[in-house]
């Protein structure tokens, strides 16, 4: 199974944001992890259409957008334009979960789900999990960079890797929060396909992001 590794530029340095991204540019395998924050689901803001606009056209890599947002419908249309490859919007967001997977396979090549760790996989309907092309299961709560793993979410990478191998599915499973050489190897193992790493791979001292990159894959 090849292992994609999603580094999350909420841990980039913002006042060199080209170079950071150029050195990410000649590593292989990688999507740019994009954290959309709105200061309301999340008590938190980060960066908009603006600052993406900029990053897709250095960037080499595909870009993956995780809305953290209280009306995830309100940035499909206005995030089309920017490059991105995948929308992840959290289901505790949304109230019309399969018309929202809808509007957004209009417009992306890839669409996904985000659970919170609270969040249980059953709540979620056996028809959606044919619809989407990524599950991203939180590891940390949503918010902040350089918060510690949860390890329960294991247990729900192996419980979601069962549910795709029964119905012989294949979407992503994605995992963000905490993610660094200690337990990226579990995950692998329980099923994870996509690793999302800010805090470890951008605190390397030489910016040897490779070399970080590599321990986790």
Do not use: C
């Amino acid at each position: 199974m090849s292992i994609t590794i999603s580094p999350s530029l909420l841990s980039v340095d913002f006042l060199d944001l080209k170079t950071e991204i150029e050195r990410l540019n000649i590593i292989d395998d990688l999507w740019l992890h994009l954290d959309v924050m709105d200061g309301h689901f999340v008590p938190n803001l980060t960066f908009g259409e603006p600052v993406l606009n900029k990053i897709k056209t250095i960037s080499k890599h595909k870009l993956d957008a995780h809305f953290m947002v209280t009306n995830p419908e309100h940035y499909a249309e206005s995030f089309k334009n920017v490059g991105l490859h995948n929308f992840t919007f959290h289901w505790e967001a949304v109230d019309h979960h399969d018309r929202m997977i809808q509007q957004l396979k209009e417009i992306y090549p890839s669409v996904g789900i985000s659970l919170n760790p609270s969040t249980p996989i059953s709540l979620i309907p056996k028809y959606i999990w044919s619809k989407i092309d990524l599950v991203l299961l939180m590891s940390v709560n949503p918010g902040f960079g350089g918060q510690k793993f949860i390890p329960e979410v294991i247990d729900k990478v192996i419980e979601l890797d069962l549910i795709r191998h029964s119905n012989n599915l294949n979407f992503q499973i994605q995992v963000d929060g905490g993610i660094n050489d200690q337990n990226a190897g579990y995950l692998i193992q329980a099923g994870a396909s996509n690793l999302v790493a800010g805090s470890y791979i951008f605190s390397e001292p030489n910016k040897d992001y490779a070399q970080r990159i590599n321990k986790i894959r």
